[in-house]
């Protein structure tokens, strides 16, 4: 079975751990790549320097809040660009603002979830994604 890719686009450290720990607690077998901002997300994605070596992501959990260009302007840029837009993006964050969900899913997000602050809960919504995205649903594959 091949691995799913992901690529987390996270500047928390904190939340990184906990995401990546609570993916390794799953049945899925997946590689995680993480990036801290959204220009280091771009470039990834691209494939630009550093990342030239970059595998593309099967899937992207986008925090909205990120250093250097946000996680909408990412998600923006993901989706007018022909050769990333079939990547589905999960909106990953803690913001309840109306005016960023309307706009995530405007700029074409896949969904949209609000990171709890309890710990338990955190690690119950990253299994829940991860149950739902890597084993419900067909992910498109292969290098375009």
């Not at 997946?30 to 220009?39: R, T, Y």
């Not at 990953?92 to 995530?104: I, Q």
């Not at 829940?128 to 890597?134: A, T």
Request: proline residues 4%; hydrophobic residues 45%.
């Amino acid at each position: 079975m091949k691995s799913v890719e992901i690529l987390l686009v996270e500047d928390n450290a904190g939340d990184v751990l906990l995401t990546c720990e609570a993916f390794q607690e799953g049945m899925i077998a997946n590689h995680i790549s993480v990036v801290e901002d959204g220009e280091q997300a771009m470039l990834y994605l691209l494939r630009q320097a550093p990342f030239t070596n970059a595998v593309r992501p099967d899937i992207v959990l986008l925090d909205l809040n990120l250093p250097k260009k946000d996680g909408r302007q990412v998600l923006q840029e993901m989706k007018s660009e022909v050769s990333l837009r079939c990547i589905p993006v999960v909106i990953l964050t803690t913001s309840e603002a109306e005016a960023d969900v309307f706009k995530a899913y405007d700029n074409h997000a896949n969904c949209y979830i609000r990171k709890p602050v309890d710990l338990q809960k955190f690690i119950d919504v990253v299994q829940k994604i991860e149950n739902f995205w890597l084993t419900i649903v067909k992910l498109p594959g292969g290098n375009l």
